[in-house]
């Protein structure tokens, strides 16, 4: 079962990159931030094959629910309900006495996706990225709860 869970944990940030590296998509600082409680669960759960069970594997689900409530947070940010708490993902802007050279210098060289625009994967399916993120990691979190209030057998 920790295998299994280290996998499951570690599958979402992977498929992530992947829909960057093979699907065209840009992530946002958000997205970003998503993906470090997975490696974190995955960790844990690798752990728990030495360190005790129980604990390291509830410690990975709750790792994992660390990365569901990133998510809630960029659903908030994608719908307009909130601004994003992370300076990163705001358009920068220019202060009083800036020369256009120093402004051009203060850009990031690669564009980023600003973080209340909302990915969608599969076309017509009114769900983002950061709301693909949400239901698995309830799921993911939920497994790894329930794996470690199991007997070991």
Same mark, same amino acid.
């Given at each position: 079962?920790?295998?299994?869970? +280290? @996998?499951?944990?570690?599958? !979402?940030?992977?498929? +992530?990159? *992947?829909?960057?590296?093979?699907?065209?998509?840009?992530?946002?600082? @958000?997205?970003? &931030? =998503?993906? &470090?409680?997975?490696?974190? *669960? +995955?960790?844990?759960? #690798?752990? *728990?094959? #030495?360190?005790?069970?129980?604990? %390291?594997? !509830?410690?990975? $689900?709750?790792? #994992?629910?660390?990365?569901?409530?990133?998510?809630?947070?960029?659903?908030? #940010?994608?719908?307009?309900?909130?601004?994003?708490?992370?300076? $990163?993902? %705001?358009?920068?802007?220019?202060?009083?006495? =800036?020369?256009?050279? =120093? %402004?051009?210098?203060?850009?990031?060289?690669?564009?980023?996706?600003?973080?209340?625009?909302?990915?969608?994967?599969?076309? $017509?399916?009114?769900?983002?990225?950061?709301? %693909?993120?949400?239901?698995?990691?309830?799921?993911?979190?939920?497994?790894?709860? &329930? *794996?470690?209030?199991?007997?070991?057998?």
């Amino acid at each position: 079962m920790p295998i299994l869970i +280290a @996998l499951l944990a570690a599958a !979402a940030p992977l498929f +992530a990159m *992947a829909t960057e590296r093979w699907g065209g998509l840009n992530p946002c600082l @958000l997205c970003l &931030w =998503q993906r &470090w409680p997975y490696w974190v *669960a +995955a960790g844990l759960a #690798v752990l *728990a094959l #030495v360190l005790p069970r129980r604990l %390291m594997l !509830a410690l990975a $689900g709750l790792a #994992v629910l660390v990365s569901g409530a990133f998510a809630v947070v960029h659903l908030g #940010v994608e719908a307009k309900w909130w601004p994003s708490p992370l300076p $990163g993902c %705001m358009a920068p802007n220019a202060s009083p006495g =800036q020369t256009i050279d =120093q %402004m051009m210098a203060s850009l990031a060289p690669r564009p980023a996706k600003p973080c209340d625009e909302p990915t969608y994967l599969i076309p $017509g399916l009114p769900v983002t990225m950061a709301g %693909m993120n949400l239901i698995y990691a309830l799921g993911l979190g939920g497994f790894a709860f &329930w *794996a470690a209030s199991r007997r070991k057998g």
